[in-house]
């Protein structure tokens, strides 16, 4: 055995226990943002709805790029532990294009965090204005009020405009207590100040999205910029002799 293949060993030998090591890494946030898509669209779903006419795609992409990476991470594993140079060079592809991925996506829910304040007002104003207690929208206005315990836009009167106060009053959601609040009382305003909750609705929301679609775009960005670390080190693993003999060997086939 030649004396520059004894020095070149050892140093695979880190590199790709180096690698391995990125690719448990690399599967671990994929499982993290696994389930950072799946909480966004299933516990932030109700208060982006609020905010657009159409829903947001920002949790799907979250989701299915979560589960490629969790794919992908099992298979950087197994292209390390063969050795394989072709499959090296496919997973550094891969995580040139899921590091593309993750930085639009942070970049999205960044801009998307400064937006809230400007977009939420006119939206969850119309919201209950047209309220009826039945569409989606409704649903998603007492959703936000039993949440986080608070009525209307500013307060309570927001409801004295909207269509549903001369029928209904104002909506059981708004109650602090569902056995004191009956609808008699809803539908009279100054009985109803004394029976639903006093803060408005919209400071709470958009505190309360700010603060997540932060957490969201950081945590994003953190796993972006992790995974790109992995990128030179599989390049570099399969450009090294004993990763490039698998795919020579089927060359020379």
């Not at 992409?61 to 969790?70: Q, R, S």
């Not at 592809?93 to 639009?104: A, G, K, N, R």
């Not at 500013?154 to 209904?168: D, I, Q, R, V």
């Not at 929301?205 to 775009?217: D, K, P, R, Y």
Request: glycine share 10%; charged share 15%.
């Amino acid at each position: 055995m030649s004396p520059r293949r004894m020095e070149t060993k050892p140093v695979i030998f880190c590199l790709k226990t180096l690698l391995l090591l990125y690719c448990l890494v690399f599967w671990v946030t994929g499982v993290v943002l696994l389930s950072v898509g799946l909480w966004w669209r299933f516990m932030l779903g109700p208060y982006t709805s609020l905010i657009s006419s159409g829903s947001s795609n920002a949790p799907y992409v979250l989701t299915a790029t979560g589960g490629a990476i969790v794919l992908f991470g099992l298979f950087g594993c197994f292209a390390t532990c063969r050795g394989g140079a072709c499959m090296l060079r496919l997973y550094a592809v891969f995580l040139s294009l899921v590091f593309t991925t993750e930085l639009i996506a942070g970049i999205s829910g960044f801009v998307f965090r400064h937006e809230i304040k400007g977009t939420f007002l006119t939206t969850f104003s119309d919201a209950v204005r047209r309220y009826d207690g039945r569409d989606d929208r409704s649903l998603a206005v007492d959703g936000v009020q039993r949440r986080l315990l608070c009525c209307g836009v500013n307060n309570y009167t927001s409801w004295l405009g909207s269509l549903y106060f001369p029928a209904g009053g104002v909506p059981a959601s708004c109650c602090v207590s569902f056995a004191d609040c009956g609808a008699t009382d809803l539908k009279d305003a100054a009985l109803a100040s004394h029976k639903v909750h006093k803060q408005g609705c919209y400071e709470l929301v958009t505190s309360f999205l700010e603060g997540n679609m932060g957490i969201i775009a950081g945590v994003t960005f953190g796993v972006a910029f992790s995974q790109e670390c992995l990128w030179p080190a599989a390049c570099l693993a399969s450009s090294t002799p004993t990763s490039t003999r698998w795919c020579d060997r089927k060359k020379s086939r």
